[in-house]
């Protein structure tokens, strides 16, 4: 019966196949960036997220579903006390080839070797200027510095899949000249996200929100070429240059058929399974989360969910579903 689980996989009705699970592992988050979390994070007591238990729970059935990328995400992950432990759970299983951090990066430099040694592959770190002033105005910390030691410290002692999230926002971060340097030097790849609206963001998404488009219109005048890619990758177009160690890649949400590649489900850190990062609900899981007897209706709950995965978002239409801030599901 278990094979039988594993041969269906996780596949939608438009035949979107999902080998890539997002876990929010905290809604907490030390910084205050101005799109997410600007008053910072609002501790709600009732919330009580997910154990290193039921963690393996959902690890075990989703690697046996066809799931092969794990990426822990938040808030901000690593203020986990058990995050090492976390990264060293998922990579007990084989069949996961890709365990992946999504960081602001505030505690990189003095952990990386450690969570490397526990399993962990790649590395997304955000930093939405290279102007440490700017960097400071945005997050709310004063830690551009910080955060560079420690993608150095990883790119140092071998983490190679590194990438840089910009969520790109008007008139502040959308000068090519302020990055382009750094990513002529540094084999990593620089991802322009495009600003997207949330139900607590919405007169900040009006103000600062630009398309992708015209970074992109840039970069090809400068002549860079579209990259092929992987099956694992995410929505990013990644763009290359003959001259430059880095890459640079646009997230464009409100692009047309961003939707039709979608490979990834998310999990949030009280349980919930998200079929969409902007979706009108939620599928709890936790109630199934207590033991190895519950594998199986847990893996079937999840492939019935696929059955109300619509084809695409409504961003376009300001609806932002449930996802009150980004911190909420993990970005």
């Known amino acids: 019966m278990q094979q039988q689980l594993t041969d269906i996989s996780l596949v939608d009705d438009y035949q979107r196949r999902f080998e890539y699970l997002r876990l929010s ?106 102007s440490p002033h700017q960097f400071a105005l945005i997050t709310g910390e004063d830690k551009f510095h910080q955060v560079i030691q420690g993608i150095d410290k990883a790119l140092e002692v071998g983490i190679t899949k590194v990438k840089i999230n910009t969520v790109l926002m008007k008139g502040i971060n959308d000068d090519l000249s302020q990055c382009l340097p750094w990513v ?34 840039k970069l090809i005048e400068q002549g860079w070429q579209l990259m092929v890619k992987d099956g694992l990758s995410g929505p990013a177009k990644v763009y290359q240059h003959a001259d430059y160690l880095g890459r640079v890649g646009l997230i464009m949400p409100y692009s047309k058929g961003f939707c039709q590649s979608c490979n990834r489900l998310r999990i949030s850190a009280i349980g919930k399974l998200h079929y969409c990062l902007f979706g009108d609900s939620a599928i709890d899981l936790r109630d199934l989360l207590n033991s190895d007897e519950q594998k199986t209706l847990l893996q079937k709950r999840v492939l019935n969910s696929l059955k109300i995965k619509p084809e695409t978002h409504l961003l376009h239409q300001h609806r932002a579903g449930i996802t009150q801030n980004l911190s909420f599901i993990g970005g």
Request: with cysteine.
């Open 25 to 130: 592992l905290t809604e907490q988050c030390n910084f205050r960036c101005r799109y997410c979390l600007p008053d910072g994070y609002q501790s709600d007591r009732t919330h009580q997220f997910l154990t290193l238990s039921e963690i393996r729970q959902v690890i075990n059935a989703f690697s046996e579903l066809g799931v092969k990328k794990i990426r822990l995400t938040g808030g901000e992950p690593t203020l986990r006390r058990d995050f090492t432990d976390i990264v060293a759970l998922i990579s007990e299983y084989n069949s996961i080839k890709d365990i992946a951090l999504t960081t602001n990066g505030s505690r990189l430099y003095q952990n990386i070797v450690k969570w490397q040694d526990a399993g962990l592959t790649s590395l997304n770190v955000s930093i939405d200027s290279f």
């Open 184 to 217: 002529k030097e540094h084999n990593v790849d620089l991802r322009f996200i495009e600003l997207m609206e949330t139900g607590e963001g919405q007169s900040y998404f009006n103000r600062y929100h630009m398309s992708g488009e015209k970074i992109e219109q």
